[in-house]
């Protein structure tokens, strides 16, 4: 019985503790991966400080259609977001990774109270350096078929 | 040199064979999620077989504003593809996996000819049943910043 009651007292906080039995454990290379591209996007999208998050950056080959490739061409969208938007958000709800890759799951909004776009970015990393992106970015739309979110 | 000569041969052919360092070794559940959501993908969007695709779907939890709850949601989209763009056709251009999430970036074209959207799809998988959907759709623009597609 006294077994029986620190197994019933521990479980749960085990249970807690650990990570969903769904999720994988991510190899030391792919947690890196995986903080590069957070921190890049918080000071790129968020802080929107081209120098603190061009540190992270390879040849960065472009493939938002939108933005000219390069380093270069982040500085020219982060100018744009500043002048333009400078109180957009881009908040983060999910993240996956794949070796290599670091997909997010993005709710963006450019101004306060806008119902924003719904975002997935791809971003490739090698030798701790983001070398590629590719994103698809979809205006949310006022009304929807199923109340689930497009998050 | 004997060994060396075997070395010098052997190496491009093992090269070949290996998939790339960047890659990882899936797990067997990994790739078993892949291929469910890749044979999915083909008789939905491309074959546009209802019947043959739904054997895939669990509770199907839809996060596409214009798509109903569950598998009616994705008889509902099959029919009105299969009515208003029989010829549409989803290629997909780059999978990855995290565990039970599968993630597609798709070129999707509803009239051949149609320069498309660039599509990022995730679908959640668990005890080899869809449960979950996720999806950015972007009308590929008819000029680019970038020489590098979106794909």
Redesign the interface.
Same mark, same amino acid.
């Given at each position: 019985m006294k077994l029986m009651k620190v197994v019933m007292i521990a479980l749960p906080i085990l249970a807690a503790a650990m990570p969903a039995l +769904?999720?994988?454990a991510y190899?030391p290379e792919?947690q890196k991966n995986k903080e590069i591209v957070l921190d890049f996007y918080q000071k790129a999208l968020n802080d929107k400080d081209f120098e603190a998050a061009s540190k992270y950056l390879g040849k960065y080959? !472009?493939?938002?259609?939108? +933005? /000219? *490739?390069g380093p270069e =061409?982040l500085r020219g969208f982060i100018e744009f977001l500043k002048k333009t938007y400078p109180h957009s958000k881009s908040e983060i709800t999910?993240v996956? %990774? *794949? =070796?290599?890759?670091v &997909?997010l799951?993005v709710h963006a909004i450019r101004e306060p109270g806008d119902r924003g776009s +719904? &975002? %997935?970015d791809?971003f490739r990393v090698?030798n701790n350096k983001i070398e590629e992106h590719? *994103?698809? %970015? !979809?205006p &949310?739309?006022e009304?929807? /078929? $199923?109340? $689930?979110?497009?998050?």
């Open positions: +769904a999720e994988r190899s792919e080959i !472009q493939h938002n259609p939108l +933005a /000219a *490739d =061409g999910r996956m %990774v *794949d =070796g290599n890759y &997909i799951r +719904a &975002i %997935v791809i090698e590719w *994103d698809s %970015v !979809q &949310i739309p009304k929807s /078929a $199923n109340t $689930n979110t497009m998050f």
